[in-house]
């Protein structure tokens, strides 16, 4: 089962944004280092500078950009889904911020594992072991403390695809029902249109390889689903983003969306 054990995908993740670091920003009362050891001790084998997760540094800068913009206009909830080994709660921490990490358990039991044995305690996350497919994340996010009338910042890095669409919408319902006005959701999407014979083969055999992993992709975005998502979802997009197109995948990109809530909740 995919979450029978931590995501190696996450693990992939940390070890290029931690070669992003220093191009980051942070808060004052950040601990930069501590986010940097965590990093270390997740990369392992993938400390190794073998390929890049598409549009990784976009997705990392625009999530990055919406954190601290979040932060200096007084919001005090960031909760972050699909977490994986986010360190952002150490590299923006030190305020009056709460952050809330969502993730499969294992995963984060694996992050928590690591941070205890670096000495790394932050104590203004709640970690939130979840399937987002069968949990109950309102009653989750409100026995951890999160206030629905107060504003949030609610970030789905690098998870959408790996839920399937009915799973994604019911997610993307449930952050709305909750955003008060003045919350912002931040997603990324991996784009592709439909593929050539030569992209075929290559989403074929890299699909056969997140299936071994346990984290197989359950759903493909073409280009206009994500806006479209937001849009019946209740969000209403106030900016976009994409990466360049791949170069082996021909017409594939990463797209980040910033939303607002739209309309009535």
């Known amino acids: 089962m995919a979450s029978a054990r931590p995501s190696v995908t996450a693990r992939w993740a940390a070890a290029?944004?931690?070669?992003?670091?220093?191009?980051?920003p942070s808060t004052p009362g950040a601990d930069v280092a501590a986010e940097h050891r965590l990093y270390r001790d997740v990369s392992g084998i993938f400390a190794v500078p073998v390929g890049r997760p598409p549009g990784m540094a976009e997705r990392t800068r625009v999530v990055d950009a919406e954190v601290a913009r979040a932060i200096g206009r007084g919001t005090t909830q960031v909760v972050l889904l699909g977490a994986g080994y986010d360190g952002r709660a150490l590299r923006f921490g030190g305020g009056t911020v709460r952050w809330f990490e969502v993730d499969l358990p294992a995963t984060q039991a694996d992050k928590r594992r690591r941070l205890d044995a670096l000495g790394i305690r932050p104590d203004d996350v709640a970690y939130l072991?979840?399937?987002?497919?069968?949990d109950d994340l309102d009653g989750a996010l409100d026995a951890a403390g999160h206030d629905r009338a107060a504003p949030s910042l609610f970030v789905c890095e690098g998870l959408l695809a790996s839920l399937t669409l009915g799973t994604a919408v019911s997610l993307c319902e449930s952050l709305r029902a909750r955003a008060a006005p003045g919350s912002t959701?931040?997603?990324?999407?991996?784009?592709?249109p439909e593929p050539g014979t030569p992209a075929r083969?290559?989403?074929?055999a890299t699909d056969a390889l997140?299936?071994?992993?346990?984290?197989?992709?359950?759903?493909?975005?073409?280009?206009g689903d994500p806006e479209k998502l937001m849009v019946v979802t209740g969000w209403r997009v106030t900016h976009a983003e994409a990466?360049?197109?791949?170069?082996v995948d021909r017409g594939s990109y990463t797209l980040i969306?910033?939303?607002e809530p739209g309309g009535e909740r």
């Not at 290029?16 to 980051?24: F, V, Y």
């Not at 997140?210 to 280009?223: A, D, K, N, S």
């Not at 990466?243 to 170069?247: E, I, K, L, V």
Request: a positive charge; one cysteine or more; charged letters at 30%.
């Open 210 to 223: 997140l299936r071994v992993l346990g984290e197989p992709r359950r759903h493909e975005f073409r280009p």
């Open 185 to 192: 959701l931040v997603a990324d999407f991996p784009v592709s």
């Open 16 to 24: 290029h944004r931690a070669r992003l670091a220093r191009t980051r």
């Open 129 to 134: 072991p979840l399937r987002l497919a069968t």
């Open 243 to 247: 990466s360049r197109q791949s170069r």
């Open 257 to 259: 969306l910033v939303c």
């Open 201 to 204: 083969a290559l989403r074929a």
